[in-house]
Nanobody, 114 residues
C-alpha cells in the first residue's frame, strides 16, 4: 500500500507560479513511476507529467517549457513546479504512484484567475 497526500494548490493570477507537492508513504520502495494528472470542471481527468525511477521525465505538450516535475527521494516527495500559469490550467491536480497498482492522492485545487 502507498498513501499519497498533495499540497500546494491555491489561487494565483495568470502568469504566476505554484509548486505542488505529493508526499508518499507506505511501500514507497515499490514505486517505479509517479505522475501528475488534473481534472477541470466538466472535463475528464488528463495526464500532465510523469517521472520514472531513472529520473526520466515526460510532459503533455501544453506543460512543456512551463511545468517541471521532480522528486526528492530522501523526503519521498514529488513536486510539480508550475510557471506562467494560464486560466486553462485551473483544475484539481492529482498525483499518482504506480507499483503495479495505481495509487491516487485526494487532489489539490489550482485556480488561475485572468
Amino acid at each position: 500500500q502507498v498513501q499519497l497526500v498533495e499540497s500546494g494548490g491555491g489561487l494565483v493570477q495568470s502568469g504566476g507560479s505554484l509548486r505542488l507537492s505529493c508526499a508518499a508513504s507506505g511501500r514507497t520502495s515499490s514505486i517505479y513511476a509517479m505522475s501528475w494528472y488534473r481534472q477541470a470542471p466538466g472535463k475528464q481527468r488528463e495526464w500532465v507529467a510523469t517521472i520514472i525511477r531513472s529520473g526520466l521525465t515526460t510532459y503533455r505538450d501544453s506543460a512543456k517549457g512551463r511545468f517541471t516535475i521532480s522528486r526528492d527521494d530522501a523526503k519521498n516527495t514529488m513536486y510539480l513546479q508550475m510557471n506562467s500559469l494560464k486560466p486553462e490550467d485551473t483544475a484539481v491536480y492529482y498525483c499518482k504512484a504506480v507499483t503495479g497498482t495505481d495509487y491516487w492522492g485526494q487532489g489539490t485545487q489550482v485556480t488561475v484567475s485572468s
